[in-house]
């Protein structure tokens, strides 16, 4: 089945906890993003990759972090530096090579800090 | 100023009205422009492509304006199923992408 994972899809955290979100794709896309998303709001950039072991800062990079050392995977890591964390967090693919355009996204991970 | 924006609505319409949102960008140099729609607590979805000749899906249309900068949709023949957010993106020439924070939809029975 193709697509994009992302796991859990419910997330709860202590206050000062790090936390590491998933995301899976067998798309084959290179290029992958992370959103953030609250209430009322657009998404907004976190980070992204257009290759492997190469990612770039978003507009909120700020209390958060990433890695990509396989193309399928972007994981996130939710960092105590994060000072509102609590968001419906979406992982998006590209494919660079296809000609198109459009981003394709992930069932998302709603994150909530006690 | 923000990269993209919408008018928040909500638009509350009846079954079968036609509905128009619309939509400004502040980068001239954007390059791609979207519609996604988004259901309550989901993911977005790839409603449509803008292309600058303008396009039609069926019951939806897309319109750019370059000079402007404003992109358009519009829904004929609103269906109750239609009823969600619809999310306005546009891309930089870059590979970032802008989102504007969602126009509501609600289409009455």
């Known amino acids: 089945d193709g697509g994009i994972t992302q796991s859990p899809k419910y997330l709860f955290r202590k206050e000062g906890q790090n936390v590491t979100l998933s995301c899976e794709q067998n798309?084959?896309?290179?290029?992958m993003y992370w959103y953030r998303q609250d209430p009322g709001q657009g998404l907004r950039l976190i980070y992204y990759?257009?290759?492997?072991?190469?990612?770039q800062k978003g507009d909120i990079a700020e209390g958060y972090s990433v890695s990509r050392e396989k193309k399928e995977s972007f994981p996130l890591t939710v960092t105590s530096a994060q000072k509102n964390p609590t968001a419906f967090y979406l992982c998006?693919?590209?494919?660079?090579?296809?000609?198109?355009?459009?981003?394709?996204f992930g069932p998302g991970t709603r994150l909530t800090v006690l | 100023r923000k990269e993209v924006e919408q008018d928040p609505g909500p638009f509350n319409v009846p079954e079968g009205a036609t509905v128009a949102f619309n939509c400004t960008y502040s980068?001239?140099?954007?390059?791609?422009f979207f519609w996604y729609r988004q259901d309550c607590r989901k993911e977005p979805k790839l409603l449509m492509s803008?292309?600058?000749s303008g396009n039609e899906d069926g019951r939806f249309t897309a319109q750019l304006n370059r000079a402007s900068q404003y992109i358009s949709l519009l829904i004929r023949d609103s269906k109750l199923s239609d009823s969600a957010t619809y999310l306005c993106?546009?891309?930089?020439?870059?590979?970032?992408?802008?989102f504007g924070s969602g126009t509501k939809l609600n289409v009455k029975p």
């Open positions: 798309l084959n896309h290179d290029a």
């Open positions: 803008v292309y600058s």
């Open positions: 993106v546009v891309k930089d020439n870059f590979n970032k992408f802008y």
């Open positions: 990759s257009q290759i492997v072991n190469d990612f």
């Open positions: 980068n001239s140099a954007s390059q791609s």
């Open positions: 998006a693919t590209r494919d660079l090579a296809g000609g198109r355009y459009e981003q394709f």
